[in-house]
């Protein structure tokens, strides 16, 4: 197995590993490797619900989803990402997010799996919170520092994220689901906004994953956001996405030298 960084300043793609084979000396070298880069991309797998399941928990424990229309019976750990309805949830995440930011302890890390994809649409851009936080002008660093945001369930986090492994400092903001900046009115938090949308956008900064058949994407949400890219339900488009508990999370320790 190898580690082979992206053309971008984050994410790598992991060469020569099968995911339904995984050992402790493979887990533990994936999640160095997700600390480090944030991103890792590997292709080419074949699972099964419950093999998927045993993949992302390589990670920690699970979150589970209520049953509802487009979820795949009998698996609530799987979060379904459709272009059409009766395969799965639809026009989602199509802003700059971390999943499970809503949640007061927020999700800490995604793992898709790519089920059905058509040859065109639907791709996922990333960028890195952390690089788009350390690219600020000092004064705007020291003003964010001392922000607080609000998610519209009345969730609140720090404009700027320490992760709790590395304690690096990240840019963190759900456009989609926040209300507003503590302290700010409707127009100044708006504008705020609107200008992290930008330099999360800003050139150089984003990897776009086109999704094939078998792709596996996993990231540390606290490190990467990502968001959705426009996909009709002319082609049929199948993501299965599980999600790591905050409170169940295994980060890399350090205490095992992978070979």
């Given at each position: 197995m190898k580690i082979i960084p992206l053309p971008v300043d984050f994410g790598a793609e992991v060469v020569g590993a099968d995911l339904r084979r995984a050992d402790q000396g493979m887990a533990e070298l994936?999640?160095?490797?997700?600390?480090?880069?944030g991103l890792l991309v590997v292709r080419g797998q074949s699972f099964?619900?419950?093999?998927?399941?045993?993949?992302?928990?390589?990670?920690?424990?699970?979150?589970?989803?209520?049953?509802?229309?487009?979820?795949?019976?009998?698996?609530?750990?799987?979060?379904?990402?459709?272009?059409?309805?009766?395969?799965?949830?639809?026009?989602?995440?199509?802003y700059w997010h971390s999943d499970g930011s809503f949640r007061a302890d927020p999700t800490p890390i995604s793992f898709w799996y790519s089920e059905v994809q058509s040859e065109e649409g639907g791709d996922t851009l990333f960028t890195d919170l952390q690089q788009a936080y350390a690219e600020l002008q000092?004064?705007?660093?020291?003003?964010?520092?001392?922000?607080?945001?609000a998610h519209r369930?009345?969730?609140v986090h720090p404009l700027?994220?320490?992760?709790?492994?590395?304690?690096?400092?990240?840019?963190?903001?759900?456009?989609g689901l926040t209300a507003g900046v503590l302290g700010y009115s409707a127009g100044h938090s708006r504008a705020l906004m609107e200008a992290v949308d930008r330099h999360y956008s800003r050139e150089g900064a984003t990897y776009r994953h086109h999704w094939l058949p078998g792709d596996v994407v996993i990231a540390d949400n606290l490190h990467i956001g990502h968001k959705a890219t426009p996909i009709t339900?002319?082609?049929?488009?199948?993501?299965?996405?599980?999600?790591?508990?905050?409170?169940?999370?295994?980060?890399?320790d350090g205490r095992q030298q992978a070979a």
């Open positions: 994936l999640r160095s490797a997700l600390l480090e880069y099964t619900p419950a093999q998927q399941l045993a993949a992302s928990r390589l990670f920690g424990s699970l979150e589970t989803f209520p049953a509802m229309r487009g979820q795949l019976q009998g698996w609530p750990e799987i979060f379904r990402v459709a272009s059409r309805p009766e395969d799965g949830h639809v026009e989602v995440g199509r000092p004064d705007i660093q020291q003003e964010f520092d001392g922000l607080k945001t369930n009345g969730v700027v994220l320490r992760h709790p492994k590395t304690q690096l400092p990240a840019l963190y903001l759900n456009m339900p002319a082609t049929r488009r199948i993501l299965n996405r599980t999600t790591v508990r905050a409170d169940g999370v295994i980060w890399y």
